[in-house]
Nanobody, 116 residues
Framework: QVRLAESGGGLVQAGGSLRLSCVAS?????LGWFRQAPGKEREFVAV????????EYSDSVKGRFTITRDNAKNTVYLFMNSLKVEDTAVYYC????????????WGLGTQVTVSS
């Protein structure tokens, strides 16, 4: 079982930036982020391959968010720029256990609130 611990959420004005971090206790094939806004389903945000660094983004954040990894620290980062009110959500770190986009590992989440 891999444990994931997120940090870096908070309150920011629209147009501002935040950085989220997620530390993994063990190996995963991919690490990424989902988010869930009040009254909405959890949605994919971004993911990065641990071995190749290949990244994928949802259309709603492409060009504004950047996901990176630090293999030495077993940590993935989500740099969020040009934040919008609609980015407000709980952001969850997730890990792909098998390499087949099976997100079996989840963190507890960190709140991101963007004010207008």
């Amino acid at each position: 079982q891999v444990r994931l611990a997120e940090s870096g959420g908070g309150l920011v004005q629209a147009g501002g930036s935040l950085r989220l971090s997620c530390v993994a206790s063990g190996h995963t094939f991919r690490l990424g982020w989902f988010r869930q806004a009040p009254g909405k389903e959890r949605e994919f945000v971004a993911v990065i391959s641990w071995s190749t660094g290949f990244t994928e983004y949802s259309d709603s954040v492409k060009g504004r968010f950047t996901i990176t990894r630090d293999n030495a620290k077993n940590t993935v980062y989500l740099f969020m720029n040009s934040l919008k009110v609609e980015d407000t959500a709980v952001y969850y770190c997730t890990g792909d256990r098998t390499g087949n986009y099976e997100y079996d590992y989840w963190g507890l989440g960190t709140q991101v609130t963007v004010s207008s």
